[in-house]
């Protein structure tokens, strides 16, 4: 029975794909099958999203000490509905000196990529969209290629506030794009695989990679490296509304706004769902629950903590923003990828002992190059 | 240690948001507005209301256009009543405030000496049409006394007991004057406010 409601949507879908094998041929089934994967994630995702803004607001609003929205439907579960109607139906604005083709396209472009790489998650077991042996490659890839289209975006609005956002969206993305690879790379190391269900499956059994000391450490880093990746706060300078208005969506209205959003919310779960892939063990957990009720509860958790930092951090100065990456993230995970190679090396207790001493280092030398440095007191010899 | 504030700061972000479900009296100051209202203060004022004492005839308003010419937006506008001999009386034929010129200065009760013109606590007055249905005859702002009592309690006991004096004061005069009510009484006349009973 578990093990029916552990494949129930893997089940339903075989079994769909046998009742039209009963009339189709071969080649449409095999089509239907990728398609029916297709379909299912361009379905959830909105609805994903559209969630996620409803919880956003909620959990927000009770971190503020308020109710959130509560007016729409019971505890304001259609709001989400009821703001898509609103988005729809509101005028669509283009200035007039835009550029009309690239202002129309950065909305469209830039869900693309979030939407790809939900199919390398592997959402519950044999719940993936594709399998593909460089799925992590290329969900880093893909995901990378949203800063594209949000620079489209700011780059066609001809406005001053929208340029300054994309310039700082590309430098924030390219700057975190480092260390967040560099983060996945032990996982790459120890599992030996980019596939993103291989990584899963050298992890069942609750030998999960953040309960290594490197896992940790990496684990953390790809967290906050994601969390600045979709630009939310702490790192929504792109889009600092108390700087430059709205960054690289001022000119945006409508539903070309709402996408914008979308873009970001899909890509709020995507990296969550990566980072408890990589990390959390994926759809990994106690049997008596299916698998991707696990990947979701994870995934879930990872998106609160990400509303949690909203609710709680200012955002950061740019100098700190970028020497955050380069200063801190960067050097601690080359340093990592060695703690982790020597974890995949050495026999049991040796490797624990050998990750703490390498970490106590590397941290304690962060700490000594990264302390504040005051400068002295001049002396000014002539002036009295 | 380096994010010792930060985790702090999460810290109390989760308190209060924890606080919220565990205890809501404390954790949710959300007045959800239009089931519950917050108590107005006493001293709340928005627009302005005619006084009546018993039945709306008996209106307090003599008409004498003292508030009308204080208005700083002019949003007052009185016709005194005439009689069949077109003498003025003590009494607004056509007495109309434009709620939405009113700027809710509270000038006109200040200056009314027949204690007539007070403020109101009524708040919800929307309107589909600014023109017409902001613009509020007498018969729409007539309210009696005794909801004045109930508004604003502090006042009411003020103004009754400057009232009493004043008509116990006015008393062994006022049966001598009262039928030398002359028909060039202007408006503007303010001798026997204090008995605006009649008036």
């Known amino acids: 029975m578990a093990e029916t409601i552990d494949q129930i949507f893997v089940l339903a879908k075989d079994r769909f794909l046998d009742l039209l094998g009963i009339v189709l041929p071969d080649w449409i089934i095999l089509l ?58 509101k005028e669509d604005i283009v200035p007039k000196n835009a550029d009309q083709v690239i202002h129309f396209l950065a909305p469209v472009v830039i869900v693309i990529a979030p939407l790809l790489v939900l199919a390398v998650l592997p959402f519950g077991r044999n719940m993936i969209a594709a399998d593909l042996n460089v799925g992590l490659l290329f969900f880093l890839g893909v995901s990378t290629f949203g800063v594209i289209a949000l620079f489209m975006g700011s780059w066609a609005s001809r406005n001053k506030y929208s340029l300054l956002g994309g310039m700082r969206a590309f430098a924030q993305m390219i700057s975190y794009e480092i260390p967040m690879v560099l983060s996945v790379v032990p996982v790459i190391l120890v599992t030996s695989s980019l596939s993103t269900a291989a990584i ?3 992890q069942l059994g609750w030998k999960w990679f953040i309960f290594t000391p490197w896992g ?58 990566l980072a408890v892939t990589l990390f959390l063990g ?23 903590i990400m509303i949690w930092f909203r609710g709680t951090l200012p955002r950061f100065r740019v100098d700190q923003l970028m020497g955050f990456a380069w200063k801190v993230f960067l050097p601690f995970t080359l340093a990592n990828i060695f703690i982790a190679a020597l974890w995949a090396l050495l026999p049991y207790p040796k490797n624990f002992i050998a990750d703490t001493i390498g970490i106590t280092v590397i941290l304690t030398l962060l700490q000594i190059f990264n302390r504040k440095e005051t400068p002295k007191k001049r002396k000014y010899l002539y002036a009295n | 240690m380096f994010g010792w504030g930060v985790l702090k700061g999460m810290l109390v972000t989760l308190w209060n948001f924890l606080l919220t479900y565990l205890w809501p009296k404390k954790g949710i100051f959300t007045v959800q507005y239009p089931e519950k209202k917050l108590p107005l203060a006493q001293r709340y004022r928005n627009f302005p209301f005619l006084v009546y004492d018993g039945t709306p005839h008996m209106i307090r308003c003599v008409a004498c256009k003292i508030c009308e010419s204080e208005c700083p937006p002019k949003c007052i506008y009185i016709i005194p009543e005439k009689d069949a001999e077109g003498r003025v009386q003590k009494k607004p034929a056509v007495f109309d405030i434009d709620y939405a010129i009113c700027m809710n200065c509270g000038l006109c009760e200040e200056v009314c000496p027949f204690d007539s013109i007070f403020m109101d606590h009524e708040y919800e007055i929307s309107k589909y049409n600014r023109a017409e249905d902001l613009m509020v005859r007498k018969e729409a702002l007539l309210k009696p006394w005794e909801y004045f009592a109930k508004i604003r309690p502090h006042d009411f006991e003020r103004i009754e007991a400057k009232r009493a004096a004043k008509s116990a004061k006015a008393k062994p005069v006022a049966p001598a004057e009262k039928p030398s009510q002359k028909p060039d009484a202007g408006p503007t006349s303010p001798q026997q406010g204090s008995v605006p009973k009649n008036g």
């Open chain 1, 282 to 304: 994926g759809w990994d957990g106690p049997a008596f629950l299916p698998s991707w009720f696990w990947f979701g509860l994870k995934t879930f958790i990872l998106i609160l």
């Open chain 1, 200 to 202: 899963v499956e050298a």
């Open chain 1, 32 to 89: 239907v099958r990728i398609l029916i994967s297709i379909a299912v994630l361009l379905a959830v995702a909105p609805v994903v999203m559209m969630y996620m803004t409803w919880l956003e607001r909620k959990v927000l609003g009770r971190i503020q000490n308020r109710y959130g929205p509560n007016r729409v439907g019971i505890f304001g579960l259609l709001q989400p509905i009821a703001d898509g109607i609103k988005m729809l139906t």
């Open chain 1, 216 to 273: 940790g450490f990496a684990a953390l880093v790809f967290f906050l490296c994601g969390v600045a990746e979709v630009n939310r706060t702490p790192f929504d300078l792109p889009e600092a509304e108390s700087e430059i208005v709205a960054g690289f969506h001022t000119e945006y209205s409508g539903m070309k706004f709402a996408l914008f959003y979308m873009a970001e919310f899909i890509s709020t779960f995507a990296i969550s769902g």
